[in-house]
């Protein structure tokens, strides 16, 4: 078993920042690699980046290249979100997660097993 805890989210306005941080515990020995994701009520849940936890590869969603970075903050299963130039379509609850094996794509969402609860970011205009 793994147990995801996500800090950070927050309210910012439209070209701001935000850092979100994501803190495994459990079996980290099983954990293969780990990814942020949003979800907007309505809308399905989408991996915006991933890595592994040698460091690397990581992957980014489209949308979010050259705006988020993610990475190793500490642990190789401490995770974190570096969110730049931060716009209205970035609003979304905001997921860590994690996968023991490999499966499919590192940005699917059926590839992650551990989810933690989310955190809330908004961006105002």
């Known amino acids: 078993q793994v147990h995801l805890v996500e800090s950070g989210g927050g309210s910012v306005q439209a070209g701001g920042s935000l850092r979100l941080s994501c803190v495994a515990s459990?079996?980290?020995?099983?954990?293969?690699?780990m990814a942020w994701a949003r979800q907007v009520p309505g809308n399905e849940r989408e991996v915006v980046a991933s890595i592994y936890v040698t460091g690397t590869p990581t992957r980014y969603l489209d949308s979010v290249r050259g705006r988020f970075t993610i990475s190793q903050d500490g642990k190789q299963t401490t995770i974190a979100l570096q969110m730049n130039d931060l716009n209205l379509e970035d609003t979304a609850e905001y997921f860590c997660?994690?996968?023991?094996?490999?499966?499919?794509?590192?940005?699917?969402?059926?590839?992650?097993?551990?989810w933690g609860q989310g955190t809330q970011v908004t961006v105002s205009s």
């Open positions: 997660a994690a996968a023991t094996q490999y499966r499919g794509s590192a940005l699917s969402p059926e590839s992650y097993e551990y």
């Open positions: 459990g079996n980290l020995g099983s954990i293969r690699y």
